[in-house]
C-alpha cells in the first residue's frame, strides 16, 4: 500500500505499506510501515518516500543561496547569522582572493551583509563559500525579510518570477533561500517598488495566476513588462533542489 | 455507575460526550509554528520558536536539541483575575507538557539548539493543559519539527458515581457534592495509542479508573480528528 504523492501529511500517518519502500528525509520505518516524521507534503519518487517541509523555521540544505550577517571572527574564518538554528562558517580558504590571516576584519567586519551559498551541512553547524560568482559581500540596496517557506514562489519556475520583476524595474533581486531577499537598483524609488511587487508575491502565496496578477501590479506602477521572457506561466511550483 | 447524584451534564452532553472543539494552524505569522485549540469555552494559543541555539550555554545538550515549554493563563482568562507570571501551578503544567511532547518530538538532528514552545490560555473552563497540549502538538508540526507521530489529550473523571468525559468548569471545581469530582488529564499519541501523560487529581477505584483511560482513548480519537483537519486544511498551504 502507499499513499498518493503531493499531499499534505501528518506525523505518525502512515504513507507506505511494504518492505521494497524506503524512507527518506522526514519518514521513518517502523515494521512494514513507513511512516511521515514530519508535516509536509509527501513526495514518492520510485520506492523512495520522502515528506517535504511547507512551514516551519529554516533548515539549509547543499547548495542553497543564503544571505547572512558577520556575528563573530575566528582565527581562520568568520561566523554567520542566517536565522537558522546553528551559525555558518566562512572559512578563509572558501574567499575568492587573498586575505591577511591577522586582519580578517580588513575585508568583512563585525555587521556587514554577506550572499554566500551552503557547503556542507552537518549537525554541528554549516559550511559555506563565496567562491563563485554572484557570491560575496552586500554593499547598498536593502533586504527585505520573506517567510522562507515562500521562497520558490518568488524565484518562479527557473527564476521566471525574479527575471520578471528584474526585466521591469530594473533592480538586482537576489533571494537567500533562509528567506531575506536583497534588493538592489539605481534608485531608491525602484527599489521600494520592487519590495512592495515582493512583499505582494509574499502576501499573495496561494492564489493561482499570481504572475498575471504580478503582471498587472507591475503595468499599474508604470512599468512596462513587454519584452520580458517569461519562461513559465501561471503555475509558479518553484524550483526545487 | 449511574447511581449517584450526577444524573444529568449541566451542558446536556452525554457523559462520554467531549465540548464543541475547533482547532487552527497558522494563527501567528511571524512565529516558526503556531496553533489554537478551543473546547467549549476553553481556549489556548501555542506558539513554537526554534530549532535556536540555546542560552545559557552550559544548558546546551551537545547530543540533542531540548524542548523548552512555557505555559501560562492570561490575567482575563478566568472570573476573578489571575496574577499574570509564573507560580506553582504553571511550572508543573509547563513541565508535564513539555514531557508529554518531548516522547514524540525528535530533536537529535538539532544539537546545542532548545525549541521553544509557547502556551497561552486567553479562556479558561476546566481542560487548559490538554488543549494546551493539543494546541502545542499542533504548532510543533507547523513548524516542521521532525516528530515520530501526534499527541491528543483530554480529560477524564468522575463526578460524585459517574465516569464523564471532557470536564468543564463546573464539573472539575465547582461539584462538591456526593464523593465529589476526580480529574484524570490523559495524553494518547496519535498512532502508537500509548499513554504520554496521565495526572490523577481526586478518589477513583481501580476498576472504574480502567474504564476512564478508555473512555480517554476513545474520546483522544475525536481530538485527534480535530487536529488532523487543522492541519490538512491549513490556508497557508492549500492550494489550487
Known amino acids: ?241 | 455507575m449511574g447511581e449517584g447524584i450526577y444524573t444529568k451534564r449541566e451542558d446536556g452532553r452525554a457523559f462520554t460526550d467531549v465540548r464543541s472543539m475547533k482547532a487552527n494552524v497558522g494563527i501567528v505569522p511571524s512565529a516558526d509554528g503556531s496553533a489554537s485549540f478551543e473546547t467549549g469555552k476553553t481556549k489556548a494559543i501555542a506558539v513554537v520558536r526554534g530549532p535556536r541555539t540555546l542560552h545559557p550555554q552550559h544548558m546546551q545538550n551537545a547530543q540533542t536539541g531540548i524542548l523548552r515549554v512555557s505555559y501560562g493563563m492570561m490575567p482575563f482568562s478566568v472570573e476573578d483575575r489571575i496574577r499574570p507570571g509564573p507560580n506553582r501551578r504553571s511550572e508543573e503544567i509547563s513541565k508535564v507538557t513539555e514531557w508529554a511532547l518531548s516522547s514524540v518530538v525528535d530533536l537529535s538532528g538539532f544539537p546545542n539548539t532548545v525549541v521553544d514552545v509557547f502556551v497561552q490560555i486567553p479562556q479558561a473552563d476546566a481542560g487548559t493543559r490538554v488543549a494546551g497540549i493539543n494546541a502545542a502538538a499542533l504548532a510543533l508540526a507547523h513548524a516542521g519539527i521532525p516528530m515520530k507521530e501526534m499527541v491528543s489529550a483530554i480529560g477524564v473523571g468522575k463526578i460524585d458515581k459517574t465516569l464523564v468525559v471532557d470536564l468543564d468548569k463546573f464539573e472539575d471545581s465547582v461539584f462538591h457534592d456526593g464523593e465529589g469530582s476526580t480529574d484524570i488529564p490523559v495524553v494518547v499519541t496519535s498512532r502508537t495509542k500509548e499513554i504520554a501523560l496521565l495526572q490523577l487529581d481526586g478518589k477513583i477505584s481501580v476498576d472504574e479508573f480502567k474504564q476512564t483511560i478508555e473512555m480517554a482513548k476513545k474520546a483522544c480519537d475525536d481530538v485527534l480528528k480535530v487536529q488532523i483537519d487543522a492541519l490538512k486544511n491549513m490556508s497557508e498551504v492549500k492550494d489550487e
Open chain 1, 1 to 241: 500500500m502507499v499513499k498518493k504523492g503531493r499531499q499534505i501529511v501528518v506525523p505518525g500517518e502512515v504513507v507506505a505499506t511494504g518492505n521494497e519502500f524506503l524512507p527518506g528525509d522526514g519518514a521513518y520505518r517502523d515494521g512494514q510501515d513507513v511512516v511521515a516524521g514530519r508535516y509536509g507534503i509527501l513526495d514518492i519518487q520510485e520506492k523512495q518516500v520522502r515528506v517535504v517541509p511547507i512551514s516551519g523555521a529554516y533548515y539549509p540544505r547543499r547548495g542553497n543561496t543564503i544571505i547572512g550577517t558577520i556575528v563573530d571572527i575566528t582565527f581562520n574564518g568568520w561566523l554567520i547569522d542566517f536565522g537558522g538554528a546553528q551559525n555558518a562558517f566562512l572559512p578563509v580558504a572558501e574567499v575568492p582572493r587573498y586575505i591577511n590571516r591577522n586582519e580578517l576584519r580588513e575585508f568583512l567586519d563585525f555587521g556587514e551583509t554577506v550572499v554566500v551559498k551552503v557547503w556542507d551541512v552537518k549537525a554541528r553547524g554549516i559550511d559555506v563559500s563565496m567562491k563563485m560568482r554572484g557570491f560575496g559581500k552586500i554593499e547598498g540596496g536593502m533586504i527585505i525579510p520573506v517567510n522562507s517557506n515562500k521562497v520558490p514562489r518568488i524565484i518562479g519556475k527557473e527564476g521566471s518570477m525574479i527575471k520578471l520583476i528584474q526585466g521591469a524595474t530594473g533592480c538586482e533581486i537576489t533571494v537567500g533561500q533562509n528567506g531575506k531577499v536583497w534588493i538592489s537598483g539605481k534608485d531608491g524609488d525602484s527599489e521600494i517598488a520592487t519590495k512592495k511587487i515582493i512583499e505582494f508575491i509574499a502576501e499573495n502565496i496561494v492564489i493561482s495566476g499570481l504572475t498575471e496578477k504580478v503582471e498587472k501590479m507591475i503595468k499599474e506602477m508604470g512599468f512596462k513588462t513587454s519584452g520580458i521572457e517569461i519562461i513559465a506561466e501561471n503555475t509558479d511550483e518553484g524550483s526545487e533542489e
